[in-house]
């Protein structure tokens, strides 16, 4: 059985950061990309980011220079460090590999 796992987030000021991990099992981690996607309350969910199996990232517009997303393929986890967070950023944070999606752990940017 395929889970993900993800953690991390929280409430934060902006201009915070925080760090989402998002840890597998039951699947071959290292032979698929990290999808990484948010849904805003009440808006449709949207691409944040992706990790490729040869580590290769791509990043949204809106998020780039201030996301950064790894791998540590040994531990079945992927990462997303997020900085300079923005009341933007608030959002659902799902992890999705193959076609698995995590749970979400919910990111909150706020005053």
């Known amino acids: 059985q395929v889970q993900l796992v993800e953690s991390g987030g929280g409430l934060v000021q902006p201009g915070g950061s925080l760090r989402l991990s998002c840890t597998a099992s039951?699947?071959?981690?290292?032979?698929?990309?990290v999808h990484w996607y948010r849904r805003p309350s009440g808006k449709e969910r949207e691409f944040v980011a992706i990790?490729?199996?040869?580590?290769?990232?791509m990043y949204s517009d809106s998020v780039k220079g201030r996301f950064t997303i790894s791998r540590d393929n040994a531990r079945s986890s992927a990462y997303q460090q997020m900085n300079n967070l923005k009341p933007e950023d608030t959002a659902v944070y799902y992890c999705?590999?193959?076609?698995?999606w995590g749970q979400g752990t919910q990111v909150t940017v706020s005053s």
């Open positions: 990790s490729t199996v040869s580590n290769q990232t």
């Open positions: 999705i590999v193959q076609h698995y």
């Open positions: 039951g699947i071959t981690f290292s032979a698929y990309a």
